[in-house]
């Protein structure tokens, strides 16, 4: 259990007391570079990694498999998929540590370049502070966009804070309680495609008030996303990811 927020430099900078939490479903392929390059990148520095695979088809299991042999603290668990909080939340319920930390497999947290954003973490969690929130870029091809330190909390004390997900990354905490997220100054990188293949999976994926392909194809019709036209296009890989490590 993380006691206070003062560590040996020489500590191996895994963040003690703290589960990578991800839900995936076809992300062989994706512009941050896939499911390898996303457990290769981030598993190493959590004392646990949960991802749960709501349905994939093209593979992305298989290679969690694989995976699984390799890194020890790598659990991987199955669920249909029913939606972003139904799923999101049970995969919070498989979460035996104190923190949980919430990225999605096209986020990267970098160790090497631009900055160690890990080492970042790890001197700045504090066993009093609940919740804790990041910088977050979106990268894409051409153009970056501008932080936006307003992003949801990502690491918090799930089982303290009654944990509840009510519509896709947006969290309510049971708790009123809390404090609102402490700042951490650190990066979470969403590696995106051009504007055009963004912008079509948004209008597919992401519309408010109306039904959208999501709705139809995905949840009602059961079918994953490999399966639906434009995936290859949404997927596509970013090359500026070869710019951070």
């Not at 062989?28 to 695979?53: C, L, Q, T, W, Y």
């Not at 919070?92 to 104190?98: A, H």
């Not at 932080?147 to 799930?158: C, E, G, M, T, V």
């Amino acid at each position: 259990m993380v006691t206070n927020n003062n560590f040996e430099k020489n500590e191996k900078m895994t963040l003690p007391d703290v589960s990578l939490c991800a839900i995936v479903r076809d992300e062989k392929i994706n512009p941050a570079g896939g499911i390898e390059r996303f457990v290769e990148s981030h598993v190493p520095f959590v004392e646990e990694a949960v991802i749960i695979d709501t349905g994939s088809l093209d593979g992305t299991r298989e290679i969690l498999e694989e995976l699984q042999s390799k890194y020890k603290n790598l659990k991987v668990f199955d669920h249909k998929f029913n939606g972003f909080v139904e799923s999101r939340n049970y995969s919070l319920s498989k979460v035996n540590t104190e923190y949980t930390l919430i990225l999605d497999a096209d986020e990267l947290i970098t160790n090497k370049k631009p900055k160690n954003e890990w080492e970042k973490i790890k001197y700045s969690l504090n066993s009093n502070i609940d919740c804790y929130r990041f910088e977050f870029e979106n990268v894409s091809p051409s153009i970056r966009e501008e932080f936006r330190s307003y992003w949801p909390d990502r690491l918090f004390k799930a089982k303290k804070t009654k944990f509840g997900f009510v519509g896709g990354d947006q969290q309510i905490w049971e708790n009123h309680d809390l404090e609102a997220g402490n700042f951490i100054n650190a990066t979470i990188r969403h590696f995106i495609t051009d504007f055009k293949s963004f912008i079509i999976k948004r209008e597919n994926f992401y519309q408010n008030g109306i039904r959208s392909i999501f709705e139809d194809e995905i949840i009602h019709k059961d079918l994953a996303p490999s399966q639906i036209p434009g995936f290859a296009e949404w997927k596509e890989y970013n090359p500026k990811r070869d710019f951070y490590e």
